[in-house]
C-alpha cells in the first residue's frame, strides 16, 4: 500500500515514540521498514529480534499491531 505524506508523517511518528518506550523499558528498538511495510524489533546493534507487518495500516493500526505484538512475545 502507498501512504500519503500525512499517514507517513504520523506512522513515524509512531514508530518514534514506540521506540523510545521500547528503549527504556527493554533495551530493543523499533525500525520502520517503508520498502517492506513493516516494523522491526531490532537489537541495538541492528540485528532482527521480530518483523511486524504493518501492509494497509493507517497510523492507529500500526500502533495497535505494534503494541499487540510486544505485549504478546518474550522479545
Do not use: Q
Not at 29 to 58: F, M, N, Q
Amino acid at each position: 500500500m502507498e501512504w500519503n505524506e500525512n499517514e507517513l508523517r504520523e506512522i513515524r511518528l509512531i514508530v518514534s515514540y514506540l521506540n523510545c518506550a521500547l528503549l527504556v523499558a527493554a533495551g530493543k528498538k523499533l525500525k520502520l521498514d517503508i520498502e517492506h511495510e513493516a516494523v522491526d524489533v531490532t537489537l541495538r546493534d541492528g540485528t532482527i529480534l521480530k518483523r511486524i507487518p504493518i501492509g494497509g495500516d493507517s497510523a492507529y493500526g500500526v500502533f495497535h499491531d505494534v503494541v499487540k505484538v510486544l505485549s504478546k512475545a518474550d522479545i
